[in-house]
Structures are given as C-alpha cells and as structure tokens.
C-alpha cells in the first residue's frame, strides 16, 4: 500500500525529496512516518505527521533540514531533505497505520513501504 521514492546519491550539502505515493483508506486519516536505517545500525524514526497535519515530529539531528509534508489529493508524503549530511546515509521507509497521533516510535506503525536509499557523500 506504500511506495517510496526519490532516494539517490547527493553530495553533502545537498538536497533530496522523498515521496509515498498510498493507496488504500488509510492515507487521509492517518499519521504518516519516515524511518531511516544505517548499515549495522537499528531502524530510528526521522520525522512524523499528524492525521490532521498539525502536528510534526523530527529527530534532532534532522531538525531545520528535513520537512515533512503531505498532498492528501495525491494521497502522497514527502519528505523534502535539505543540507544533507553523510550520516543521513540510510534506507528510508514510509509508514502509516490507523491512529492520528504523530510519534517517532515505529511501534504503531502498521503497513511499511518497501524502502529507498539515500547516500549521501563528502
């Protein structure tokens, strides 16, 4: 139900926008999520959106540098990477599930989108 996008190669410093195209109820009424996960290290939450938009989670090392967004016409999350830095080097992953609440922890996270990566070098 979830499809990411948009990962790449950047240079630091540079810019990347994730996108999750859902398809399926859930979208429109439910909390959206990025997770990210480094090579030999645990999957962590990098941002949140609340069901109803007003309400936005970051990781601190992310914050000021990543946005996140949705289109609910599109039925689509972004997530708009600006200054990157090389320890943002990850799988990236979409998440949602059928609560409203915005939060970094991945526990309620029901459906899962397959994953895109992002390198970022020096």
């Known amino acids: 139900q979830l499809q990411a996008s948009g990962g790449g190669l950047a240079q630091a410093g540079g810019s990347l926008r994730l996108s999750c195209a859902a398809s399926?109820?859930?979208?429109?009424?439910?909390?959206m999520g990025w997770f990210r996960q480094a090579p030999g290290k645990e999957r962590e939450g990098v941002s949140s959106?609340?069901?109803?938009?007003?309400?936005?989670y970051y990781k601190d090392s992310v914050k000021g540098r990543f946005t996140i967004s949705r289109d609910n016409a599109k039925n689509t999350v972004y997530l708009q990477m600006n200054y990157l830095k090389p320890e943002d080097t990850a799988v990236y992953y979409c998440?949602?599930?059928?609560?409203?609440?915005?939060?970094?922890?991945?526990?309620?996270?029901?459906?899962w989108g397959q994953g895109t990566q992002v390198t970022v070098s020096s």
């Open positions: 998440a949602t599930g059928h609560f409203a609440e915005a939060t970094l922890n991945e526990a309620p996270y029901a459906y």
């Open positions: 959106l609340s069901s109803s938009s007003s309400k936005t």
């Open positions: 399926g109820r859930v979208f429109s009424s439910s909390v």
